[in-house]
């Protein structure tokens, strides 16, 4: 028969046909909805994070290809947005698909939800937002007035690295039916404003504004509006015979039966062919792991699958529901069971509500999670210890086996004969006297594959507490689920009280065995979890009973019974306090505005072009990377002999191929391009295979056989840096008054280090490059994802021995950067450009995400070593301090990163005397590079670690401590710079009384005395961030402005557009300069023909210095201008324009910006390297489980001095966006290497950035209202960095509450920790009985991992 499949967008069919003519070289069950998308250059179809999957968010491999399927197959009325990475192209037979441009579009007319999460300000560098807004676009045509929870679950499964999800949250808000804010009080006040009995705070004189949007002037969601069903696919389904499916592609057959006999017969006929439903489970093995299936089976079709039936013994789910079904129909059946009866239910509906995001679980399926017997399946241990049967079927045989028997070795061997097929699993009513939970833990409480899991069953005897019967199966311990049989064997016809308990504990640890270097690491806290699952267990077990039988049962002490308590994602509920503009301030004079993003609309309608979106061009080629698997070997040789019989394979390029420069000498040690006779880093371009398509490169780049001759040392961490005198030069000292005799004058000496992890810079659109040769004068068109197109232009020109002006490099936005795109995207375009010199073709390379995360490197891991002195009252007087960065192989910027972790160190404090030395280690890893904040982030919390670790000391609260050092007037920095402190006192004293600090800490303080395994904490952390270059010459910026006959402006400056507003901000200039209305003027794009010799966007200063060079522009132009204008006051710019033609005046403007002056002497250790300073203080209080490590985000209050917010908006969402990456900086993103030094860590299901889930439930944002004047532009600052060090607020809430944890227990409160805070350093941080009993390695063998 013929398959058929509708986009939204134009209503086009595809035929079967079509579909095989999509597949092109690579087989159909490689073939997703994204191929034709791309074809049909559906342009809100983007590569982004690449691992699809089942059990964490496993995003897409297009993430922004989020699309609303409808299967009329199944006679769903139902829509479901799904990833179209794990939708083979076959398998959309009979589905209407609606992508991101089929429901609006700026030429037509935009959705209602594209304009609300555009003018709610909700997209920044947009790569993520198409997605954003399927996800609740599928959800109201569902429910066209939903509630919040199900605007946050269908959100969930997204992710944004630039926003912090606020904006976007509050703009799909206004689509729900219950008030989200109740601003409509009487007082006109906000609920957030009284949270926990706070005062609310006073309108100072109504020039406060709280709203960065009217939701009045949003359209009305009109669903009579909304697309149809295609009746020709309607007709389909109900007239067409059923037939089976077949797809043939150039490997790989796809086969679609229609029931359950056929189905049978297929699989007798291919035993070893899989069964595809949701491809969550196939579709990554074959991209990543390279699995080859000939045959693929999809029984989608097969109703016998899709079974629901309720009986009085329980509920039979067919194989193939999805689990969003599942979730439903469990949930239904909670509300009409009794109690009693629903048990099990509850718990695998406790499970499935934070398995994978709403897209994983529409198309994932319920059978697939059980027959992949993956440890990290969070359903397997529940359906274990429920007694759960799983109906199996072949053609020989029906069987019903218990579902405990497929993990009855321990193993994960397959109980099911490689014939037959798992039909449906009955899941059994609980009963009297039976007990069932499930626990997990993982790095994110949603959306991330748990840690360790666990499904506990009870049944008592009738009447009384004594054991009858007893299950415990575990997950994330072993190689599949894991079943404590040894343990309940003993447990049965006990009484269930502690001493049951304890030696349930002990046997559990000798039992489930996990060696030192199991794979997964985290052994000590996965014994951990073992146990205090247990625990939980037995609480929640132990109140069940004491509810039946209150006199036969022990107490629960009060202050246990918050161990219970699971935390559960609130909606978050925000406000956002700014200054309005002055009343004298014309109206169409937008500066001081929350204007809505330039590209805003375009983001979210999908019209935006990102670099991959560049349609081909005329012999087109790809280009994949082989690199280094070695960490420090010579070559040997290097054979592409096999690569170059691939089909499609043009060439493979490599050193010898490089007209010019390969390596690039800054430093001592150079930046290279491809290796040259040795690696020094696993994941080093080592050579590149070019061909006719994407899959055909890749495939042929894994034919390259390289061998290698080890070469010593491997240095891979910073202490063993250390210890073989590996750095990279020079060194770095600051040193300022006299530390060792302020040594000897102080009442305290204090001595530690803190370790700080890395971070991935996880942008959503990865490094993209394609490069068009032009045919003559060996000219070159270049257009890249990097924040410095002329470094691009300057080191491919250096490289291929040509002139810069053959060179010409554009860009037109990037989906985000934080430091990521400078020299390694440069050095990418040189590989690209010496295949396409070669070649004499277009060349395009699109890195994947594993690739990308693998050799790009990221932020420095460092260690911090100190030496503090200090006085009986916390006064710090001396301070000597060594940090430790490693830099990797290649020096990058990591020099320049050491120099401002030594000037940024004191953030706010004034310390009379110190002694500072910073060292960037050379070793065998990727080289480490440039990152949002810039060594701030961790020469900043070395500092503030050593301030609370002295409050420790002294007895005092952190904050005490914090307001004695700070810098109170007038003074000198260490490096000779004046500081004027007025507003960081006023940003400190503002943020104690929004946040209501002291109130807040009493709070805390009373509930950590009434809970014992529940802990609060409460942080407030002061800031001081330093703007500017350091030096004059990277402070350059220029601009041109074009007028054109009609009035017109089109306008350009340096500056590269990554998400930060850069360009909305240089029109609102240019409107407030020329008086012109911002729709008039359009910016094209950023590009080295039009503005030479730019500066790279960085280090939070875009604003400050394009702005200068607009300005400058405008104003010239203006001048001109001025004679007309006054001749004609009452004209158009039409008008002005066409006079100043006919009289021959230049339309075209130039300006420039030289550059603050900024100088530093490292010799002298002094000099003025920064323009002026941005003050900050943050308030984060947060709730830490002390059985899991587990926290929970409640409040945060920012109050920031920016100046004159050019865009309020804009602004408020760099603070909020910088502070959500902070908090994953310093509590979440953990990278792990192997020892043998490749990257473990290399995509989100194993690397975890925050998500919707982490936001703080009250989340507030004051901009302080300017009392000091600055150089930058209309006195605005330029703050895009100095929100990210907020994030640490977090990591000294958390301590405060692990601290409080460890007075209880009677331990020491002045102790150390590390970076990144995660819930397994909280958990051990906690320590108690359960952490004492875990059984220490008597022999340690090779750790699985190791941290740089």
């Known amino acids: 028969g013929k398959s058929q499949l509708t986009y939204g967008k134009t209503h086009r069919v595809f035929k079967a046909k079509d579909v095989q003519r999509y597949s092109l070289e690579v087989s159909c069950a490689n073939t997703r909805l994204g191929q034709p998308c791309l074809a049909s250059k559906i342009w809100g179809d983007q590569v982004s994070l690449g691992y699809p999957g089942l059990g964490a968010i496993h995003h897409p491999d297009k993430q922004r290809r989020v699309i609303n399927a409808k299967y009329i197959l199944l006679y769903d009325p139902s829509h479901y947005s799904a990833n179209a990475c794990l939708l083979p192209l076959c398998s959309l037979y009979g589905c209407a698909v609606i992508t991101v441009e089929g429901i609006g579009s700026t030429k037509t007319r935009i959705h209602p939800v594209q304009e609300r999460i555009a003018k709610s300000h909700g997209s920044q560098c947009g790569f993520c937002t198409p997605g954003m807004v399927m996800s609740v676009y599928a959800l109201l045509r569902n429910t066209t007035e939903p509630s919040i929870e199900q605007i946050t679950e269908a959100l969930a499964g997204n992710l944004c690295r630039c926003t912090g999800y606020r904006p976007i949250i509050d703009g799909c808000k206004t689509f729900c039916r219950e008030s989200f804010c109740c601003s409509s009080k009487e007082n006109g006040g906000c609920c957030l404003d009284e949270e926990d009995g706070l005062p609310s705070l006073p309108n100072e004189e109504g020039k406060v504004c709280t709203a960065l949007f009217s939701a009045e002037e949003f359209q009305p969601l009109d669903p009579t509006q ?73 029984p989608t079709r097969v109703l016998d699958l899709h079974v629901v039936r309720h009986s009085e013994k329980g509920l039979l789910l067919g194989a193939a529901c999805s689990l969003t079904l599942v979730k439903d129909v469990l949930a239904n059946a909670i509300s009409k069971l009794p109690a009693e009866k629903s048990k099990i239910f509850h718990a695998l509906l406790q499970q499935l509500k934070t398995l994978a995001g709403q897209q994983i679980r529409n198309v994932a399926s319920f059978g697939g999670n059980i027959i992949s ?328 780049a894994a034919k390259v056989n390289i061998q290698y001759e080890p070469e010593g040392p491997v240095i891979l961490t910073i202490e063993e840096a250390i210890e073989h005198n590996s750095f990279f030069e020079p060194l770095r000292k600051l040193e300022s008054g006299d530390v060792e005799e302020a040594f000897k004058t102080v009442d305290h000496i204090l001595e530690g280090e803190i370790l700080i992890g890395g971070q991935q810079h996880f942008y959503m659109e990865t490094q993209s490059i394609l490069v068009v040769p032009k045919g003559e004068d060996k000219e070159m068109d270049i257009y890249a994802s990097t924040q410095h197109p002329a470094f691009v232009q300057d080191l491919v020109a250096s490289c291929l021995g040509v002139p810069s002006n053959r060179i010409m490099c554009h860009v037109k936005r990037i989906g985000g950067a934080f430091g990521g795109k400078l020299l390694k995207t440069s050095l990418l375009a040189c590989v690209t450009a010496v295949a396409a010199n070669k070649t004499g073709r277009p060349v395009r390379c699109i890195l994947d995400r594993g690739t990308d995360m693998l050799l790009c490197g990221g932020r420095h891991p460092a260690i911090g070593k100190y030496k503090v002195g200090f006085m009986n009252n916390g006064r710090i007087l001396a301070m000597d301090a060594n940090v430790y960065v490693n830099g990797g192989c290649t020096p990058d910027d990591s020099i320049l990163v050491i120099e401002i972790v030594l000037l940024k160190m004191d953030n706010a404090y004034h310390i009379p005397n110190v002694r500072l030395c910073a060292c960037a280690c050379k070793t065998n890893m990727p080289s480490n590079t440039a990152f949002r904040g810039f060594g701030f982030p961790q020469g900043g919390l070395v500092t503030e670690a050593c301030v609370t670790r002295v409050a420790a000391r002294c007895g005092l609260l952190p904050e005490q401590v914090r307001e004695i050092n700070m810098y109170k007037e007038d003074r000198l920095t260490p490096y000779k710079q004046k500081l004027r402190p007025q507003n960081l006192l006023r940003c400190w004293n503002e943020c104690l009384e929004k946040s209501a600090y002291y109130t807040r800490k009493a709070a805390v303080n009373e509930f950590n005395k009434r809970n014992y395994w529940k802990k609060k904490g409460i942080a407030i952390i002061p800031m001081k961030f330093p703007v500017g270059f350091c030096t004059r010459v990277l402070g350059q910026a220029a601009a041109l402005v074009h007028l054109y006959t009609d009035g017109s402006v089109l306008l350009t400056h340096g500056g590269v557009e990554m998400g930060q507003g850069l360009h909305t901000k240089m029109i609102q200039v240019a409107s407030r300069e020329l008086k012109m209305p911002m729709t008039n003027i359009h ?75 900024a100088d530093f002497d490292w010799e002298r250790g002094e000099g003025h390297p920064f323009e002026y300073f941005i003050f900050g203080a943050v308030c984060t209080e947060v709730e830490i489980d002390c059985l899991t490590g587990d926290h929970k985000n409640a409040t945060t209050d920012i109050v920031m001095d920016i100046g004159c917010s050019i865009n309020p908006a804009v602004d408020i969402g760099q603070i909020e966006g910088g502070f959500i990456q902070g908090l994953g900086l310093y509590t979440m993103e953990e990278i792990k290497y192997s020892p043998e030094g490749l990257l473990y860590t290399r995509g989100p299901d194993q690397y975890k950035i925050p998500a919707v889930c982490d936001i703080p439930e009250r989340f507030s944002v004051s901009l302080l209202a300017s009392s000091q004047s600055t150089t930058a532009i209309y006195s605005s600052k330029g703050l895009g960095e100095s929100g990210l060090f907020l994030g640490c607020s977090v990591f000294f809430a958390i301590w405060d509450a692990v601290a409080a944890a460890r007075r209880e227990r009677g331990l020491s409160g002045d102790f150390g920790l590390n970076c990144p805070l995660t819930p397994e350093r909280v958990r051990m941080a906690c320590v108690d009985q359960f952490t004492e009993m875990i059984p220490k390695d008597e022999k340690p063998t090779r750790s699985w991992s190791i941290s740089l």
């Open 373 to 700: 017997r993956s440890p990290t399946s969070d359903i397997n241990p529940v359906l274990a210890v429920g007694n759960c049967l799983l109906n199996v079927a072949s053609q020989k045989r029906t069987r019903c086996i218990p579902v405990s028997d497929l993990f009855a070795d321990g193993l994960g061997n397959n109980t099911l004969e490689p014939e037959e097929i798992l039909v449906s699993v009955h899941i059994p009513h609980s009963s009297k006297g039976e007990f069932v939970s499930a626990f997990r833990q993982a790095q994110r409480r949603e959306n991330a594959l748990p840690i360790v899991n666990a499904g506990l069953r009870v049944l008592f005897e009738d009447g009384c507490d004594t054991v009858k019967d007893i299950s415990i199966f575990y997950g994330g311990v072993g190689s599949t689920t894991l079943a404590a049989k040894q343990t309940c064997q003993a447990l049965i016809g006990r009484p269930w009280n502690e001493q049951l308990l304890d030696e349930a504990c002990r046997s559990l640890l000798t039992e489930i065995c996990l060696p030192s270097s199991a794979p997964g690491g985290k052994v000590e806290y996965k014994r951990t979890l073992i146990v205090s699952f247990m625990f939980k267990f037995y609480l929640e077990v132990l109140q069940a009973l004491k509810t039946m039988y209150p006199s036969r049962s022990p107490d629960i002490p009060e202050n246990y019974l918050s161990a219970l308590e699971p935390f559960h994602s609130k909606i978050p509920q925000s406000i956002q306090m700014y200054q309005d503009v002055a009343p004298g301030q014309l109206a169409q004079d937008p500066v001081g505005r929350p204007v809505m993003h330039q590209a805003g609309l375009k983001h979210a309608t999908g019209e935006a072009i990102y670099c991959d979106d560049i349609r081909a061009v005329d012999e087109e080629l790809f280009l994949a990377l082989v690199t280094s698997s070695k960490a420090h070997a010579k070559i040997v040789s290097i054979d592409a002999s096999e690569a170059l019989k691939m089909p499609g394979v043009v060439d493979v390029v490599s050193v010898q191929d490089v007209p010019a420069t390969n390596e690039f000498y800054n430093y001592a040690v150079p930046d290279i391009i491809f290796a040259r006779e040795k690696v020094t880093c696993v994941g080093q371009i080592v050579c590149a295979v070019v061909a006719d398509s994407e899959v055909h490169a890749k495939q042929a």
């Open 226 to 298: 909304e697309l149809i069903f295609p009746p020709e696919l309607m007709r389909m389904a109900e007239c067409q015979a059923a037939k089976t499916l077949v797809f043939c592609g150039e490997r790989t057959t796809w086969i679609s039966p229609v029931n359950l006999k056929e189905l049978l017969e297929l699989k007798a006929k291919y035993p070893l062919a899989p069964l595809v439903v949701g491809n969550t489970c196939v579709g990554p093995d074959v991209k990543f792991k390279g699995v080859f299936h000939p045959v693929i089976i999809s």
């Open 1083 to 1157: 910016f094209c794009e950023t590009s080295t023909t039009t503005v030479p010799n730019a500066c790279g966007s960085v280090g939070s200063m875009g604003t400050d210095v394009n702005g200068m060079a607009v300005k400058d522009a405008c104003q010239t132009l203006l001048k001109r201008l001025e004679p007309i204008i006054s001749q004609n006051p009452k004209g158009s710019w039409k008008d002005w324009a066409k006079e100043a033609f006919e009289q021959s005046i230049n339309l075209s403007a130039t300006g420039y910006f030289r550059g603050y002056e």
